[in-house]
């Protein structure tokens, strides 16, 4: 199992932790410079941290990262998994926003990070955002994204409460 989908796990442990490969096409951009590739070893670094509860010290790699390639979005997003997972949730929402502008909203990171945002959102109580976000997820081919977006739709959830009606008053 990747570093990459264990991090998941921890971080999200209410996600499927499946043995298949995510069929989210990967088309975030491979690093191409030194500093890019350089920032993804030290992102890699921080992810191992990080599941050793080393946070103090993955954060620091993540910045370290993040100095290197300011614009590598795959590094805002890892970040702000981190900071959730340390209960910093508005600098997470600050990094997600930050990835989500850094992919352009494509790829897996787009993916993972407009997640983690409606994750945020739900937290907040604000299920219409978080809907959205889920929806944005699922649109790009975030299968968990998509099973949360349907529990989240409006419609959905009306036809449910209709069915329960009429399968009680048939009781």
Known sequence: MSDD?????????????STEESKIPDSDPVPQTDQEKNADRLRLEAIKLAEQNSFPEAMKLFGDAIALAPTMASLYNDRAQLSRLAGENEMALDDINKAIQFSNSKGKTAVQAYTQRAMLHMLNKDEES??????????????????????????????????????????
Not at 5 to 17: E, K
Request: proline letters at 5%; glycine letters at 4%.
């Open 130 to 171: 978080a809907r959205l976000d889920f929806e944005r997820a699922s649109f790009l081919g975030g299968k968990f994204a998509a099973s949360q977006a349907a529990k989240l739709n409006p419609y959905a959830k009306l036809c449910n409460q209709m069915l329960s009606k009429a399968m009680d008053q048939l009781q």
């Open 5 to 17: 989908r264990v991090l998941q796990h921890i971080l999200n442990p209410s996600a499927p932790l």
